[in-house]
């Protein structure tokens, strides 16, 4: 079963740690970051976002690579922003299904908004899903945007995480939510609420979003992004939280008590965890972590 020991696993040291990705340019604005990692026939996948400052290019595209030692990694495709129509790519989500096929749910900025979606490619292979048609598979609402979705097939059934933001008022739409939905095809989704807000008077009070969940039997562990203020926004820091299972959905996530997992630098911001067991059994994060020139980089260790 989790152990407490484990759960901590999870939260970056930054001891160790390699840089994986380097950001487009040494200066605020500019990412390279939010990982979904998945490991395959000895491989480690990775799927990431591209980020240039806003007015040069915002999330302009996702690439998914592929590494023999999850540290030095080739480019199989690459999927820019015009391919959707958006005005930014987000975090992708990197899944490889039952049946040998590959896909990558893609978080799109509708332009002159602060609406979100999220679109799935799906193809024979990783290089082949740089041509594959957009699905959109969560399309949001005028009253809410949806992004940043992690994708776990767990007995039988496809569960997701996503991050939901509020879109009634301009100035709070950077407030978010994580929501809880179930599907048997991971196109179709039912959706069964909020499962984990930001506390009042906390470092998460404005927003979280849940960024990898590992689960051992009924249990379940989840590190998550959050941030107290607006002005945090783009520079969350990692926590974790807890759930469970009952045979057939997770349930509500509580969150650890304690200060959250940060960089040293600028405001901090550490958070798109990505957690995957590599094939001699070790536990190895992906992570976006900010610099001391407020760039962010996409950096890897082992977990201590």
């Known amino acids: 079963m989790l152990s407490i020991a484990t759960a901590r696993r999870m939260l970056p040291s930054l001891v160790e740690s390699t840089v994986v990705v380097e950001p487009p340019a040494g200066s605020p604005g500019a990412w390279a970051g939010g990982p979904s990692a998945v490991v395959s026939d000895g491989k480690v996948y990775l799927a ?15 690439v998914v690579a592929v590494s023999d030692d999850g540290v030095r990694f080739r480019e199989l495709c690459h999927i820019d922003r015009e391919r959707f129509g958006a005005d930014s790519l987000e975090r992708p989500a990197l899944v490889r299904t039952e049946d040998g096929r590959w896909r990558v749910y893609v978080s799109c900025a509708t332009p002159d908004s602060k609406h979100w979606r999220v679109d799935l490619l799906d193809a024979a292979t990783p290089e082949e899903l740089a041509g594959a048609e957009p699905v959109t598979v969560l399309p949001g609402s005028a009253e809410f945007a949806v992004k940043d979705p992690v994708i776990l097939r767990h007995a039988g059934r496809w569960h997701l995480w996503a991050s939901v933001h509020p879109l009634e008022r301009w100035d709070d739409a950077d407030r978010m939510t994580t929501d809880y939905a179930t599907s048997d095809d991971g196109v179709d989704w039912i959706w069964h609420g909020t499962v984990l807000s930001g506390r009042p008077g906390e470092w998460d009070a404005r927003g979280v979003r849940v960024a990898t969940v590992l689960v051992d039997g009924d249990e379940l562990i989840a590190t998550y992004d959050g941030r107290a203020t607006a002005e945090q926004n783009w520079e969350e820091q990692t926590g974790l939280a807890a759930g469970r299972f009952d045979g057939q959905q997770f349930g509500q996530l509580t969150a650890a008590d304690g200060m959250p997992t940060g960089s040293p630098h600028s405001l901090g911001g550490l958070r798109y965890v990505s957690a995957v067991t590599m094939p001699d059994g070790a536990l190895r994060l992906y992570y976006e972590l900010t610099r001391a020139d407020g760039a962010h980089e996409l950096r890897t260790e082992m977990a201590s």
């Open 48 to 62: 990431y976002r591209l980020r240039r400052p806003i007015g040069s290019g915002r999330g302009f595209r996702n």
